[in-house]
């Protein structure tokens, strides 16, 4: 089985003790830091299933760590260790963080306490296991739409969700190459130099336009494009 890890963050030496003597007992890895600097380090060199993070931290404080760990690892399950949580710092938690519980200082180490990581364990585990699902069904879906593209009327572009091609007509290979990408940062939205095409953002699932045809597919958390070009390059 393979070992689960816990990153404890907190600017209290003596609190990441208690934690780490706690945890231990739970069979997981612990790993701690004193402030959200030292945590993104080890981030980036671990694979950590739960973060406990304090609110008051210098520097940078629990929830703005939290959501950036959000953002850049969101399989990671959030866990707020704090005794000075007001309802207003609750709510945003709750709202902008995903929060996954909450454990309140000082700390006590009850059935409680346990039960709380061993359900944060539990859902980290749920999180992977749908993370990977998502990923391998967005390639194979990647795959499925290339083989049917190959059989398509022409002027085709197929991007992912970032705006990088990843199939093209051959016909269109040479202007855009796979692997480049179309998204516009000065106007938001693509744009297609060859063709002095600028195409904005849109909500709509399908959006027809006299130059372009452009239809967003939603699949396994994942979105492609199908670009349809009216014209050759």
């Not at 963050?9 to 790993?31: H, Q, Y």
């Amino acid at each position: 089985m393979t070992t689960r890890t816990i990153l404890c963050v907190d600017d209290n030496k003596m609190v990441l003790t208690i934690l780490k003597r706690w945890l231990e007992t739970e069979k997981v890895n612990i790993i701690t830091a004193l402030n959200p600097k030292e945590a993104f380090e080890i981030l980036e060199n671990h694979e950590i299933d739960v973060v406990i993070s304090d609110i008051l931290m210098p520097d940078m404080d629990g929830i703005a760590f939290l959501r950036s760990l959000k953002r850049v690892y969101p399989s990671v399950v959030r866990v707020i260790l704090s005794g000075h949580l007001h309802m207003s710092s609750m709510l945003t938690a709750i709202n902008e963080v995903g929060i996954f519980a909450f454990i309140t200082k000082p700390l006590e180490y009850t059935d409680q306490f346990t039960a709380v990581i061993q359900n944060a364990l539990n859902q980290s585990h749920r999180n992977r296991q749908k993370q990977i699902f998502e990923k391998n069904s967005a390639a194979l879906l990647q795959q499925f739409l290339i083989t049917i593209l190959k059989h398509n009327d022409g002027n085709y572009l197929l991007l992912d969700e970032n705006g990088q091609i990843v199939a093209v007509d051959p016909v269109l290979s040479e202007a855009y190459p796979i692997g480049i990408v179309l998204q516009d940062d000065a106007w938001e939205g693509l744009y297609l130099a060859n063709h002095h095409l600028h195409i904005p953002p849109s909500n709509r699932d399908v959006t027809e336009h006299e130059r372009y045809t452009l239809v967003r597919l939603n699949t396994f958390g994942t979105s492609f494009y199908f670009l349809r070009l009216h014209e050759a390059v």
